[in-house]
């Protein structure tokens, strides 16, 4: 006789599921900071109808043209100049979906909750259950994670990719490792590296981890070069497809000479540079050629570093100010191309709070920082303490260089957002603490 479910039976498992998810404090906490992300994230992208502009534009274009089979090319002409990455990505969910923008927004949505709900359990790692819980919280609420969601833009997808490989990275120490951790979060730093290559040189960095806390130099040395040869080889057939289309070795993209002409050269502001008058932009006559435009421009910011070293120090510490002044630039693509029209006045109102917001996560932030530097015994594993270091220094590091805006300090907002959860959780244990000193104070003094 054939077993048909009945309605009490399927009561019986959702009340044994709900039980047991009710129970294990882990799950709870992961479903909590991840609804809670996804909730806000739903509601600005209901509220606010971003469309895409500028270079969110240019990824939609060349998503459409890859499904319709011009390959990755622009006006029948191939390119290398953004990463392929992010436009291949939207290319496949096209291709399932439609050429849609909602369905990149859709997806947006659930990178970006899903990186709240992996920030919680590299908080949990790093500092325990409330340190974690803080964590995912902090940058569930923080304004610019939730405004970037309405942009057709690769920082979402990225900062996805970069937060996975640090959860995977670290999800054992260096001396519990085998082969098949670097390998993984090879390929995970791999793969964010074509849709963003700022981090390319990070593996290098990341291999130092090995090295030193390893009681085995040569088992270090194996890990660390496990980690760097797979993140080279998952980012090899699009540098073996830049060479055959265009004759040059070209990595990931040809916009990183253009780049670091922009940060490095005599007019140089710290931010974006592209002057529109010819003889002020010794570019001009390169723009239907790439790949040339990249090399003249790498040259003439690497002689200009070498005969300016003063102006280039001067100018990195104007870029790490704008790096990290503010946190506007989400609002700027989010807010401005919209439908219907938002006033300039609701406009300032929405950006003074988020720079707010982000002020007051950054100065708990540097509390929970300094406490992982001053008190080692709130750190449950300084494995993570460690890379998140690096990571933060690397990044910094690189804007130092090229040009700089609150933009590109998005991926890295998980990392500071781990400290925060530290910061957050010994505020709140302080306020217990005089909370229950001052009670016990007042009812002496009473009776």
């Given at each position: 006789?054939?077993?048909?479910?009945?309605?009490?039976?399927?009561?019986?498992?959702?009340?044994?599921?709900?039980?047991?998810?009710?129970?294990?404090?882990?799950?709870?906490?992961?479903?909590?900071?991840?609804?809670?992300?996804?909730?806000?994230?739903?509601?600005?992208?209901?509220?606010?109808?971003?469309?895409?502009?500028?270079?969110?534009?240019?990824?939609?274009?060349?998503?459409?043209?890859?499904?319709?089979?011009?390959?990755?090319?622009?006006?029948?002409?191939?390119?290398?100049?953004?990463?392929?990455?992010?436009?291949?990505?939207?290319?496949?969910?096209?291709?399932?979906?439609?050429?849609?923008?909602?369905?990149?927004?859709?997806?947006?949505?659930?990178?970006?909750?899903?990186?709240?709900?992996?920030?919680?359990?590299?908080?949990?790692?790093?500092?325990?259950?409330?340190?974690?819980?803080?964590?995912?919280?902090?940058?569930?609420?923080?304004?610019?994670?939730?405004?970037?969601?309405?942009?057709?833009?690769?920082?979402?997808?990225?900062?996805?990719?970069?937060?996975?490989?640090?959860?995977?990275?670290?999800?054992?120490?260096?001396?519990?490792q085998n082969w098949i951790h670097p390998l993984a979060s090879g390929v995970l730093l791999g793969l964010a590296c074509i849709v963003r290559p700022a981090s390319?040189?990070?593996?290098?960095?990341?291999?130092?981890?090995?090295?030193?806390?390893?009681?085995?130099?040569?088992?270090?040395?194996?890990?660390?070069?496990?980690?760097?040869?797979?993140?080279?080889?998952?980012?090899?057939?699009?540098?073996?497809?830049?060479?055959?289309?265009?004759?040059?070795?070209?990595?990931?993209?040809?916009n990183g000479g253009m780049n670091l002409w922009q940060g490095n050269n005599p007019n140089a502001t710290g931010g974006y540079y592209w002057p529109s008058d010819p003889k002020s932009n010794p570019l001009t006559p390169y723009l239907h050629d790439?790949?040339?435009?990249?090399?003249?421009?790498?040259?003439?910011?690497?002689?200009?570093?070498?005969?300016?070293?003063?102006?280039?120090?001067?100018?990195?510490?104007?870029?790490?100010?704008?790096?990290?002044?503010?946190?506007?630039?989400?609002?700027?693509?989010?807010?401005?191309?919209?439908?219907?029209?938002?006033?300039?006045?609701?406009?300032?109102?929405?950006?003074?709070?988020?720079?707010?917001?982000?002020?007051?996560?950054?100065?708990?932030?540097?509390?929970?920082?300094?406490?992982?530097?001053?008190?080692?015994?709130?750190?449950?594993?300084?494995?993570?303490?460690?890379?998140?270091?690096?990571?933060?220094?690397?990044?910094?590091?690189?804007?130092?260089?090229?040009?700089?805006?609150?933009?590109?300090?998005?991926?890295?907002?998980?990392?500071?957002?781990?400290?925060?959860?530290?910061?957050?959780?010994?505020?709140?244990?302080?306020?217990?603490?005089?909370?229950?000193?001052?009670?016990?104070?007042?009812?002496?003094?009473?009776?």
């Amino acid at each position: 006789m054939a077993f048909r479910p009945t309605t009490n039976s399927f009561l019986k498992l959702f009340s044994s599921l709900v039980s047991y998810i009710v129970r294990d404090k882990l799950v709870v906490g992961l479903l909590l900071v991840t609804g809670l992300a996804f909730l806000l994230r739903l509601t600005w992208n209901l509220t606010v109808h971003t469309y895409p502009i500028s270079d969110f534009a240019w990824y939609h274009e060349r998503a459409v043209g890859l499904i319709q089979g011009e390959g990755y090319s622009v006006h029948g002409r191939p390119t290398a100049y953004w990463p392929i990455g992010y436009p291949l990505f939207l290319a496949m969910l096209y291709k399932v979906f439609g050429p849609h923008f909602y369905v990149a927004k859709a997806f947006n949505i659930m990178m970006g909750s899903a990186t709240v709900g992996l920030t919680f359990l590299l908080g949990r790692n790093l500092c325990g259950f409330a340190g974690g819980l803080g964590a995912g919280i902090l940058l569930a609420i923080l304004p610019s994670q939730i405004e970037w969601t309405s942009v057709l833009c690769s920082e979402v997808l990225y900062t996805f990719l970069l937060v996975t490989f640090l959860y995977v990275f670290t999800l054992r120490r260096p001396e519990e490792q085998n082969w098949i951790h670097p390998l993984a979060s090879g390929v995970l730093l791999g793969l964010a590296c074509i849709v963003r290559p700022a981090s390319l040189l990070l593996p290098g960095f990341l291999w130092l981890l090995y090295l030193f806390p390893t009681k085995h130099f040569r088992r270090g040395v194996v890990l660390g070069g496990i980690l760097v040869t797979s993140a080279l080889l998952t980012i090899s057939p699009l540098t073996i497809r830049n060479y055959i289309v265009f004759k040059s070795f070209i990595p990931v993209s040809t916009n990183g000479g253009m780049n670091l002409w922009q940060g490095n050269n005599p007019n140089a502001t710290g931010g974006y540079y592209w002057p529109s008058d010819p003889k002020s932009n010794p570019l001009t006559p390169y723009l239907h050629d790439e790949v040339k435009r990249d090399q003249i421009a790498r040259k003439l910011a690497l002689d200009f570093i070498r005969n300016n070293p003063e102006k280039f120090f001067k100018l990195g510490f104007v870029k790490l100010y704008y790096y990290y002044k503010g946190d506007a630039s989400a609002l700027s693509f989010s807010l401005n191309p919209t439908y219907p029209r938002l006033s300039e006045k609701t406009k300032l109102k929405i950006t003074s709070i988020a720079n707010r917001c982000y002020q007051i996560f950054m100065l708990i932030s540097i509390f929970g920082a300094a406490t992982c530097f001053l008190r080692k015994k709130h750190v449950n594993n300084r494995f993570i303490f460690h890379t998140a270091i690096i990571v933060i220094s690397y990044f910094t590091a690189i804007h130092f260089v090229f040009p700089a805006m609150d933009r590109y300090r998005f991926p890295i907002m998980p990392v500071f957002s781990l400290f925060a959860g530290l910061g957050l959780k010994m505020m709140l244990n302080r306020f217990v603490f005089l909370r229950a000193k001052f009670l016990h104070l007042l009812e002496k003094a009473l009776w």
